[in-house]
Structures are given as structure tokens and as C-alpha cells.
């Protein structure tokens, strides 16, 4: 997909926002789109900060490096719930780099961790995913790191084994991807919901109806880029400079002006990662 047309960029946001959940390697795979030049256009519109996710050693490191190089991003590190299930016996040995790699001062997340039933199926799969999001959960409270969840079509599960291990200060549930009622189930447990251009999709009515039981200061809006382009260029490669489109969406179904839900969500980005950067 290298040399695709990008979207054009939006107009800018009133204040600034916080892209909670982004891959800048992974974009610049899709897309052609340098990171440097990412983040610099994520800025221009008001994008102003970046958390870049890692799914796998190489990610991670590339993720630490990146918020490294650049003031305005932060990192989270992780072995991605599908990684570790097909990983097998490897997967110990991963986990242990993730773990040193989320003591680096840069690294503000654990994540993405949690549990994927729809690409992973099998038993065996199941149980390694459950694994390592039980380490991934250890390592965000050990170390006072936000734990960023990864789940589809595992909504139970989630809850089940956050509640057995003790789940750490600070929850994000990326990509949101349930009903108002299981969006009150992670409320309760203190999560902020991270919603993603899934939520301007046609098709999304549950989804718009969770983002209208979350109260304004739990609410947090991602690009996941390249994946989950918001409406009107769904289905063309994603990059945090399109988050005002999302956020826009958002601000509208909530009936809430827009420069106050972007001092909201940058508020709430700075809390539910630790802290100003």
C-alpha cells in the first residue's frame, strides 16, 4: 500500500487532543507516511500529542525509541493477545523483554494486551493469550504504568480476569468496541473508554449508545492508524492527523461543544497516562 493518496487534512481542532493509541511504524508501512512527517502533520491540526503503541518486541523497542526521539510521544509496550497465542513456547522469553522494556521512563503504557477471540480460537491459543495479559496487568501495577486493553469478542473474559489479578490505577480500554452495557462494566472498574473512528461508522448504533452512558472525563479518542479510518475516507489508510473528524463526530452526538470536549479529552489523556508529557 506504500504510495497511496492520503487523505486530505482536515481543518484544525479548537485545542489540542491526544492521539491515545496510534502506530507510527506501522502507518509509515502502510502509507508511506514518514513518522517524522506524522507527527508533525498530527500537530498542525491540533493533534498535539502521541501515544505509539508497540504489539511485539520489535514494536516495543521501536515504540521506546520513538518516544525517545520525540517529546510530543509516549510509548506502550506489549505482546499483542493474538502475538501471544501463536507465539507457543517463545512466549516467556518475549514477556521478559516487554517487562524491562516497560521500566524505560518514556514508556507510559502496558499494552496493547487482553484477549482476541475472533482471530484466535483454539484452546491452547485462549489459554497463552490469558497469560500474558495476567503478566501484562502485574507489570502495569508494579511499575505505575497504564494498562491498555486490547478486546474483540472477549468482553467476559476481559472483566474476568481483571477482577482475578486486581486491576492496576489506570485502565484504557482501546478501541472500544462494546454496548452501553459493558461500557458501564469497565466504567465500574475504572476504565477509560478510548473510542475510534469505528464510532462515525453507519453501523455503530451500540457503539454511540456507550459513548453516551460515558461520563465526559472517561472518554478518550485514538486513530489505532493505520487501521479504522473514520468516516468520510473509511477503508483508506488512517493517521493521527484525522482524529478531528473523530472527535468532531464525538463532540456532535453528545451535544457538546467542541472546545470544551477537546480540553476534556486532552485532560482525560493526561490522566489516564500518568501525567502531563
Not at 55 to 64: I, L, M
Not at 99 to 107: D, I, M, S, T, Y
Not at 168 to 187: E, N, Q, T, Y
Not at 217 to 232: C, G, H, K, N, S
Request: charged share 20%.
Amino acid at each position: 500500500m506504500i504510495g497511496v493518496e492520503l487523505p486530505a487534512r482536515p481543518d484544525p481542532l479548537p485545542g489540542p487532543v491526544v492521539d491515545t493509541h496510534c502506530h507510527l511504524d506501522v502507518t509509515a508501512q502502510h502509507s508511506g507516511l514518514d513518522p517524522a512527517d506524522a507527527v508533525a502533520a498530527a500537530a498542525e491540526v491540533g493533534v498535539t500529542r502521541i501515544v505509539q503503541v508497540g504489539c511485539d518486541v520489535p514494536g516495543s523497542r521501536w515504540a521506546v525509541e520513538a518516544a525517545v526521539r520525540w517529546p510530543s510521544v509516549v510509548a506502550g509496550v506489549a505482546i499483542h493477545p493474538n502475538d501471544a497465542a501463536r507465539l507457543g513456547p517463545d512466549l516467556l522469553d518475549a514477556l521478559e523483554v516487554i517487562e524491562a522494556l516497560a521500566q524505560h521512563p518514556r514508556v507510559r503504557a502496558v499494552g496493547e494486551t487482553g484477549l482476541d477471540f475472533y482471530r484466535t480460537r483454539d484452546a491452547a491459543g485462549h489459554a497463552r493469550q490469558q497469560e500474558a495479559f495476567a503478566a501484562h496487568i502485574g507489570w502495569a501495577t508494579a511499575y505505575d504504568k497504564t494498562l491498555v486493553i486490547h478486546d474483540r469478542d472477549a468482553h467476559a473474559a476481559i472483566l474476568s480476569v481483571l477482577d482475578r489479578e486486581g486491576p492496576p490505577p489506570r485502565i484504557v480500554m482501546h478501541c472500544f468496541s462494546g454496548d452501553a452495557a459493558f461500557a458501564l462494566a469497565c466504567l465500574e472498574r475504572g476504565a477509560y473508554l478510548s473510542f475510534a473512528g469505528t464510532v462515525t461508522f453507519k453501523n455503530s448504533e451500540s457503539l454511540r449508545a456507550a459513548l453516551a452512558v460515558t461520563p465526559p472525563d472517561r472518554i478518550l479518542v485514538e486513530t489505532d492508524a493505520p487501521y479504522l479510518t473514520p468516516v468520510p475516507y473509511r477503508g483508506r489508510p488512517n493517521a493521527s492527523y484525522l482524529i478531528p473528524h473523530t472527535a468532531r463526530f464525538m463532540a456532535e452526538t453528545l451535544g457538546l461543544d467542541l472546545m470544551a470536549f477537546c480540553r476534556a479529552l486532552n485532560d482525560n489523556a493526561e490522566v489516564a497516562f500518568g501525567g502531563r508529557w
